[in-house]
Each structure stands twice: as C-alpha cells, then as structure tokens.
C-alpha cells in the first residue's frame, strides 16, 4: 500500500489548539465497521455503548516534563526533548542546535542542569545528566511539557493537568494517550456503576508518534520502538471479560498496540517488552474489539491503524464527514468509538 492512500486535507482551523472546558464534553463520532455506517453523538453518551461486563483497557503511562532548553559550553542553543529515559542518570534526547554536540560535550539545561553527552543512537543524544537529582527529578524541577509540534504553542498553566489522563501513574511518555484525556472521575464511576470492568496497560509514547511515514510505501517504513507492560492482572481481566462474553475496548491506540504486542503469538502473555509493532490494513487483531481513539494525522502510522481496524474506505469516508462536519482534529479534539470489521 502507498503512503499517499493515507493522506487528507484538513483545514488548520480544525486542529484543536487548547482543550474544552470540560474533559466529556467533546464529541464522539461511533463507527460501525460490521455495518459500515456511522453516527455523530457525544462523549457524554459513551456509557450508552457499553454493557454490564465489558472491559475498558486504558494506558496508564504519565507524560513526563521532557522539554528542556539550554547551552552548549562554547554558548550556542540547545533545544531538548528527552525521548526516553534511560537509567537514573541517563536519558536519550532529540537535540537541535546550529552545530550538533559531539560526545564528550558539556551542556547546561535550564541554567540549573549540568550535563555531558555519552554518545549518539541514530537521529539520538546519550546524555549523562548531574547526579544531583534523578532525570526525572531534574524535568520535574526544571522541563516543560511537551505539547505536540501542531499545537504550535508553549504550554501553559492549564497543560501540567489537561494532557495528561486522569488515572496516569506511570511516568515516562513524552505524548498523552490522548483518548484518555475525555475521561473524568465521574465517568469512570458511571462506567463501573453499570458494570462496566477497567484494567491497565503501560506504554510510554515517544516521540516518534507524531512523525509522518516519509517512505513512499509502507513496506519501507521502520516503526519506532516503545516499552510497554501488561500487568498479570489485566490479562486476568481480559480473559474473565472474554470467558463472559465480555468486549474488550482499547482505550487508545498505544492501550491498542500494547495488548496486540504481547499477542503476537496467538495468546495474550502478560510482562514488560518493547514494541516496533506496525499495523496495517490486512492485520489480524487477537484481542480488541473496539477502539475509542482520536482523529489522527495524514500519512500516520495511526491513521494506518485505524483503518486496519475499521477499514480503510469506511475511515476515509468518516473522516471527510468529520471535516465537513467541523470536528476537532489531534491530541486536544473529539474522539471516535470503532467497532472492529472482523
């Protein structure tokens, strides 16, 4: 399949800059792929969807502070973001500089950070940062919240809590599971009041999510790679949903690919692994069968997920009538309910 099979027109005016004012209070287009058809409702109506014993998987990941700004010894500019953290002392960073730092180099972050570069991982840093703090600590102090690059704004007061979920617990992201961010506390108690199960995976999004599939063909794309762990007792819950007849609705692409990682083999396995799993229309799906996520990029490897899951004409079909529509489109806009095509 061409990339270009993926792409659509969106007008700038449709990407959703800041969050609403409430969490629920965006809309919800319910793709029924079975059927081929779809609805415009609310979020607020998500509990009409679900039934006594279904279970809901979210992606309890929390998204670190990972924008760092800083210097070079020799005094030039350094815009950071930390795409994973290493040990305790160490993290891979995206660096952008007039001249890229070689290993060896001294760099001070936020004028309070000493740190030295170990090394390169492709397009990636090495950094050493001061044992003072842990990196963690050291973001927390000093970092900023990394809002995606089409917010196309510094982040502000309200960001430390809109993009991040409710129930995240787990530090080590870099972007939001973005579906999660609908959920307040009173709708999960609804959920649960009516029997709805919850259960969580972690996945720590890096950056790499919000990169576009520069290869002129799918097959020629390399899938960036994330950590993830199934709990021993998510897959306890999953396979309790599934022996009631139960329904097991991703919340999220990476609660998605998390639960498909691990299931590569025909059974869900519970652990810790990493995932350069890339799904593409023709994929079979092992565990979930429904979807709640956001409206995705053109030409993403998201975009590409969605349409393995709900079918590609039917998703290009229900894009284009959420653009006519007026949706609110990326990590801040409305969200989609798919049930799965096969």
Not at 55 to 65: A, G, P
Not at 102 to 110: D, H, L, Q, S, T
Not at 139 to 144: C, F, I, M
Not at 177 to 191: I, K, R, S, V, W
Request: charged share 20%; hydrophobic share 40%; proline share 5%.
């Amino acid at each position: 399949m061409k990339t270009s099979d993926f792409d659509y027109e969106l007008p700038d005016a449709l990407i959703a800059r800041y969050p609403l004012a409430r969490r629920d209070a965006s809309r919800l287009l319910h793709i029924d792929s079975p059927h081929a058809v779809y609805a415009d409702r609310l979020f607020a109506e998500l509990p009409g969807f679900f039934r006594p014993g279904d279970l809901l998987v979210f992606n309890d990941t929390r998204v670190i502070k990972a924008r760092l700004y800083g210097e070079k010894s020799s005094g030039g500019k350094i815009e950071a973001l930390v795409e994973r953290v290493l040990s305790e002392h160490e993290a891979l960073l995206f660096m952008r500089a007039s001249k890229s730092p070689k290993p060896g180099a001294e760099i001070r972050f936020a004028d309070a950070i000493p740190a030295r570069v170990t090394g390169r991982e492709g397009d990636l840093f090495r950094v050493a940062f001061d044992p003072a703090h842990s990196v963690l600590e050291w973001l927390d102090l000093h970092g900023a919240i990394p809002l995606p690059p089409y917010i196309d704004r510094a982040a502000e007061g309200d960001d430390d809590t809109r993009y991040q979920t409710v129930y995240a617990s787990n530090p080590g992201a870099v972007a939001a599971p973005t579906a999660g961010l609908h959920f307040d506390q009173a709708m999960l108690a609804t959920l649960r009041a009516q029997g709805v199960e919850t259960a969580f995976v972690t996945l720590h999004v890096g950056a790499g999510t919000f990169q576009p599939v520069r290869a002129e063909t799918l097959a020629e794309h390399v899938m960036h790679s994330e950590r993830y762990a199934i709990p021993e007792a998510t897959l306890a819950a999953i396979q309790a949903a599934q022996q009631r007849g139960g329904r097991i609705c991703a919340v999220g692409t990476t609660s998605l690919r998390a639960l498909e990682s691990a299931s590569r083999s025909g059974t869900l396995i519970a652990g810790e692994g990493e995932t350069d799993l890339f799904i593409t229309p023709g994929y079979r799906f092992n565990v979930v069968e429904r979807l709640l996520t956001n409206f995705h990029l053109p030409k993403s490897t998201l975009l590409m997920l969605v349409s393995a899951f709900g079918g590609s004409e039917l998703l290009r079909q229900a894009y284009a009538h959420a653009v006519a529509q007026q949706y609110r489109f990326f990590s801040y806009g409305d969200a989609m309910l798919i049930e799965r095509q096969n």
